[in-house]
């Protein structure tokens, strides 16, 4: 398991926290993901490790921009 820490920007509303949520489970196949728009930052448990540009190709087009992504090994 892995555990992948997005920082996020434009993220301003609990309904912008589900948009991020939806489109990374359905674009990247992982089961769990948690945004918080007040910290601006998303959390993605997932079975391989993920990369920036992976998550940043699957937000591509919804107006939220990755600024760093950290992934460790859990």
Known sequence: ?????VKIEGMMCHM???HVDKAL???LGVSKVKSS????ETVIISDSE???A??????DGSG???L???CMNK
């Not at 398991?1 to 820490?5: E, G, L, N, R, V």
């Not at 992976?54 to 937000?59: G, H, K, M, P």
């Open 25 to 27: 489970k359905e674009k």
């Open 16 to 18: 912008c926290e589900q």
């Open 50 to 52: 993920l990369t920036q």
């Open 64 to 66: 939220y921009k990755v």
């Open 68 to 70: 760093s992504a950290v």
């Open 54 to 59: 992976q998550i940043e190709q699957a937000l």
């Open 37 to 40: 728009h007040k910290s601006g």
């Open 1 to 5: 398991m892995f555990k992948t820490t």
